[in-house]
Nanobody, 125 residues
Framework: QALFEESGGGLVQSGGSLRISCAASGRASSDRAMGWFRQAPGQEREFVATISVNSQRIYYSDSVKGRFTISRDNAKSMVILQMNKLTPEDTAVYYC??????????????????WGQGTLVTVSS
């Protein structure tokens, strides 16, 4: 079983940028796809971005495409999300998880591990 520690969230003004990270411990994540998800108050958890083991396949939700960039460091068991041009609609708790394939992981129900605490991103208008 893997454990995830998300970090880097905070308060940012609309139009600003933020970089959040996720460190995986326990079961190795280097042989699994990794992804970012978010959950806003009163809403279901949704897919944000996923990345394959070798970073060759990357998927973004339509709402973040062109603004967010996902990357991973297999040596450090980390996945990173660079978020630019943030809007209040991006306000949510952001989580990471792993999956068998990047495309499969675009459905949060395909995540393989228990969810961590997440990191809160708040974008003010």
């Amino acid at each position: 079983q893997a454990l995830f520690e998300e970090s880097g969230g905070g308060l940012v003004q609309s139009g600003g940028s933020l970089r959040i990270s996720c460190a995986a411990s326990g079961r190795a994540s280097s042989d699994r796809a990794m992804g970012w998800f978010r959950q806003a108050p009163g809403q279901e958890r949704e897919f944000v971005a996923t990345i394959s083991v070798n970073s060759q396949r990357i998927y973004y939700s339509d709402s973040v495409k062109g603004r967010f960039t996902i990357s991973r460091d297999n040596a450090k068991s980390m996945v990173i999300l660079q978020m630019n041009k943030l809007t209040p609609e991006d306000t949510a708790v952001y989580y990471c998880n792993t999956g068998r394939a990047a495309e499969l992981l675009t459905y949060p129900t395909n995540a393989l591990e228990p969810w961590g605490q997440g990191t809160l991103v708040t974008v003010s208008s």
